[in-house]
């Protein structure tokens, strides 16, 4: 293909490099808010359409191109504690969703992914990926096998070779995981994007100088109920804290580790808690009733939680971890503290009951911060530029 017919190709016609795009998103789960890639791809969708660009959602739930659930014994089980389900491919509707649009992006390295790139190609369309899915987290939902030498190096060349090899450009959601991508033998174009948060979360008001601390002190957690999310060391931080008696811990989400969760803050905590799924649409309103946001999760390729509690006016509390991303939006040491070390959470979570003032100083600086950082509609804007770049590069081969 020709430069000139490249560039054609990216912009127009009449070489219009901000004509609309038609874009489709290929996302398992394209009709539930419930798991974080999901929820990206939803919010992706909207904001795309919002700046005028054409969204064809293609995955279970979608309501103009549904797909049916791959059932996948025991792995599905899993899967579906954690709101994720796996889609099974159709050409048939791939190819009906395809029709017309400009660039194809693919969420997830599985089958389902993989064979919607190659239909893609076999009508010609350029191809996109993101790569949501951390190796470490599929490791840690496979319990003693993460213990095994090489197996995260072995998910890596997995993906690499189910997907990733037949795509030339790659959205990564953070530096820490292209670095990664480029550790493991990744040689593509990676482009890294924020996922961004909804504009629904915005700050709470802050409390007045010289103010107390409430009490209850109402520290909120956000994620999966599984271990590599390390909800266990919050609870234990929560008990050691001077503070115990006069907090309540709140932990979003669901999934394996529910019940036991459930048994251990009862044991453990004086005070209240509640443990469990909450509505997305539910979770603006609860960030902002709350004082405190921990994330003591080990590994993340970037974390939509925080950003969105940041994004509400709260002071995050984060764990140091080299395979999380999370660390990254910390502004000073105390929103830090060393991954599963309880007793350092517990300090790091005195220490802002302690000094209400500077609670509601930072909350705000943090919520400056990412509105002017990582604002859902600079993100796309963002996105769009990589699909402008792919579909300019594509020649029509695999």
Request: charged share 20%; proline share 6%; glycine share 8%.
């Amino acid at each position: 293909m020709s430069q000139s017919s490249k560039f054609t190709r990216a912009t127009g016609v009449n070489g219009d490099a901000d004509r609309p795009l038609t874009i489709a998103l290929v996302v398992d789960t394209a009709g539930n808010e419930g798991n974080g890639t999901s929820n990206s791809a939803l919010q992706y969708a909207r904001e795309l359409r919002r700046q005028g660009h054409t969204v064809r959602l293609v995955g279970i739930g979608s309501p103009e191109y549904p797909i049916r659930v791959h059932h996948i014994p025991l792995v599905s089980w899993i899967a579906a504690k954690q709101q994720m389900q796996f889609a099974q491919p159709d050409r048939a509707v791939f190819r009906k969703a395809f029709v017309g649009v400009d660039v194809v992006h693919v969420y997830l390295p599985f089958k389902y992914g993989r064979v919607a790139v190659q239909t893609a190609h076999e009508m010609g369309i350029p191809a996109t990926a993101g790569f949501h899915l951390q190796p470490e987290n599929v490791l840690y939902s496979a319990g003693p096998l993460r213990y095994i030498p090489g197996a995260s190096a072995f998910i890596y060349w997995l993906f690499d070779r189910m997907l990733y090899r037949h795509i030339r450009h790659i959205h990564t959601p953070s530096h820490m995981i292209a670095a990664q991508l480029r550790a493991h033998g990744y040689r593509q174009r990676l482009h890294v994007i924020s996922n961004g948060y909804s504009p629904r979360f915005t700050p709470k008001r802050q409390r007045e100088p010289g103010s107390p601390s409430p009490r209850p002190f109402r520290i909120v957690a956000s994620g999966r109920l599984a271990s590599e999310k390390d909800h266990v060391t919050l609870i234990r931080a929560v008990a050691l804290s001077r503070h115990a008696e006069d907090i309540e811990l709140v932990i979003c989400g669901t999934g394996p580790l529910q019940h036991e969760l459930r048994r251990m803050a009862g044991k453990l905590l004086p005070g209240r808690w509640s443990i469990g799924f909450h509505d997305n649409a539910q979770m603006p309103e609860l960030l902002r009733s709350c004082d405190l946001l921990v994330h003591p999760s080990i590994v993340d390729i970037e974390s939509l939680s925080v950003l969105e509690g940041m994004a509400s006016g709260l002071v995050p509390v984060i764990a140091r971890s080299t395979q999380s991303a999370a660390g990254q939006f910390a502004l000073n040491d105390h929103s830090l503290f060393e991954a599963q070390d309880s007793a350092m959470l517990a300090q790091r979570i005195d220490w802002w009951i302690d000094h209400p003032d500077e609670l509601s100083r930072w909350g705000a600086v943090y919520a400056e911060h990412t509105r002017e950082e990582y604002s859902i509609a600079s993100c796309v804007r963002k996105f769009v530029a990589m699909e402008r770049e792919a579909i300019a590069d594509f020649d029509g081969r695999l």
